[in-house]
């Protein structure tokens, strides 16, 4: 069953849910562009320092994710400061947005292991 929150709208947020906000979306795209350069890079079979750091900065929300059992770990907090909406709730149903965790799970563990699978440098040879 899908949970319920009630409407919190950005005039109501208190400064520190705000910036709470911003910060949880800016790291958000930020994650999203890793995962681009890691599908990229193994699809190219090419690697770089760059997306080796990509891997281990979406480790890091891995870990989080695990250490919340698939929930942000810092939800809590952001409910203590008035915004106790999910971030994926604030684009996406209830519903879809619980499912967007492990469906990025697996886009991702996937893409590592394209990335760590495809031997470098072979692309267009016979």
Do not use: N
């Amino acid at each position: 069953m899908p949970r319920s929150h009630p409407a919190v709208s950005w005039a109501t947020l208190s400064g520190r849910a705000r910036a709470w906000r911003v910060l949880h979306a800016s790291w958000s795209v930020a994650q999203l562009w890793c995962l681009g350069d890691i599908w990229v890079s193994a699809l190219r079979r090419r690697r770089s320092r760059r997306v080796w750091a990509g891997v281990a900065f979406l480790s890091v929300e891995g870990a989080a994710l695990i250490v919340g059992h698939g929930d942000c770990p810092a939800g809590q907090m952001q409910a203590g400061w008035g915004d106790p909406v999910p971030f994926f709730e604030l684009i996406l149903p209830p519903r879809a947005a619980k499912a967007a965790v492990p469906v990025l799970a697996v886009v991702s563990v996937a893409g590592i292991l394209a990335l760590v699978l495809r031997r470098p440098g072979l692309v267009g040879r016979a």
